[in-house]
């Protein structure tokens, strides 16, 4: 009652004052864009802002896309600047690249991307390398290891000496499912031991296990294909320091053999990995995940280190190819920063 009769002695404002802040009062709704409608938007934009813009691909022109992503555009722009191609992604995506290289600004359409496949050396050895190269090293060296390893349905081996190569190729002669072998061009002429077991026709190297080619108590090295054989360099050289590397060739990429690397890591306490591949989305970033995310962690006493390929096109220059991927110096750096010596 008193704080009726309060009210009532205030004057009228004071009162409608109160009142008013307690009202409720709703935020403005946002504007709502469906993502189709924000890309078809984008594109207008661009294209309106520059002639030299133009869209290409399957059904984007009359049909204004399988998704009508490019609804309206052909109306407004033209068959010059929409263009409705044939189905054949390759085609029409080395077409955008050329336009690229002449100045023009292509937007290249797969009507889905899983089609892109088709366009993938467009893509790959066309687009993303030819501002790089003065000569084909950008098209001819790369490390598919990540990629294959990629996929479920694929097992994908790596072999490193002639041991690994023949029993390899004989597994995955035999296996069932698809096996993707990546060889190394450049271990083809190189001689190794090859001890009688290998010379046996009943030889193989199971798909799926990886094989310690040196052990050692201070530090795991996880590798594959031609860089094992600078792992086993670097360990010769540091073992003459007192550092013993115990170095892991991993032979298969997929499967990938965890069990061997987690039981070495956990003796060891210490991990590097050494790849000729790029660092993103790496073979050696899926082992330090795995192991980030299994029992080795909490035997790590120090965080694991990935030794890979520089992050560009492989150049033609020997010099420059030479420091695009790891040599012996550069994994005994990464050994001795891991163990802080």
């Known amino acids: 009652m008193a704080a009726v009769s309060g009210l009532v002695r205030r004057p009228f404002r004071q009162v409608s004052g109160l009142l008013k802040r307690r009202f409720h009062r709703t935020a403005p709704t946002a504007l709502q864009v469906t993502v189709r409608d924000a890309i078809n938007q984008g594109m207008d934009e661009e294209l309106e802002r520059d002639e030299k813009v133009f869209l290409l691909g399957e059904e984007v022109a009359q049909y204004d896309g399988a998704y009508k992503v490019s609804r309206g555009l052909w109306k407004k722009y033209g068959d010059k600047r929409i263009i409705d191609t044939p189905i054949s992604e390759m085609g029409f995506a080395g077409i955008a690249v050329g336009a690229a290289m002449a100045g023009l600004r292509p937007i290249c359409e797969f009507m889905t991307f899983n089609f892109s496949m088709q366009a993938i050396d467009q893509v790959i050895n ?66 190794f031991e090859f ?9 193989l190297v199971p798909i799926g296990k990886a094989k310690i080619e040196r052990q050692g108590t201070h530090i795991t090295v996880v590798s594959h294909s031609r860089p094992v054989g600078h ?40 991990l590097v990995t050494v790849e000729g591949g790029w660092p993103q989305f790496g073979v050696g970033a899926e082992i330090c995940a795995r192991i980030m995310e299994g029992p080795a962690f909490n035997f790590l006493d120090a965080p694991a280190v990935r030794v890979t390929g520089a992050d560009v096109p492989m150049p033609y220059a020997k010099i420059l190819e030479d420091n695009s991927i790891p040599q012996v110096k550069d994994i005994i750096f990464a050994i001795k920063k891991t163990l802080n010596i």
């Not at 003065?134 to 490390?143: D, K, L």
């Not at 294959?148 to 004989?170: F, R």
């Not at 550092?243 to 003796?267: G, H, L, Q, W, Y």
Request: aromatic share 6%.
């Open 195 to 203: 001890p009688p077991e290998a010379q046996s026709k009943d030889f």
């Open 126 to 191: 066309s687009a993303a390398k030819t501002y790089y190269m003065s000569g084909v090293a950008a098209q001819h060296s790369q490390c598919f290891a990540a990629w294959y390893g990629h996929c479920p349905g694929l097992k994908v081996v790596s072999p490193w000496n002639s041991e690994d190569a023949k029993g390899l190729i004989k597994s995955a002669i035999r296996d069932n499912n698809p096996v993707v072998m990546l060889e190394n061009e450049l271990m083809y002429g190189v001689p």
């Open 231 to 270: 792992c086993l360099e670097a360990a010769a050289v540091l073992s003459k320091e007192g550092v013993e590397c115990e170095v892991i060739n991993m032979r298969t990429i997929r499967p990938m053999d965890m069990e061997t690397i987690e039981a070495s890591v956990m003796k060891t306490n210490h």
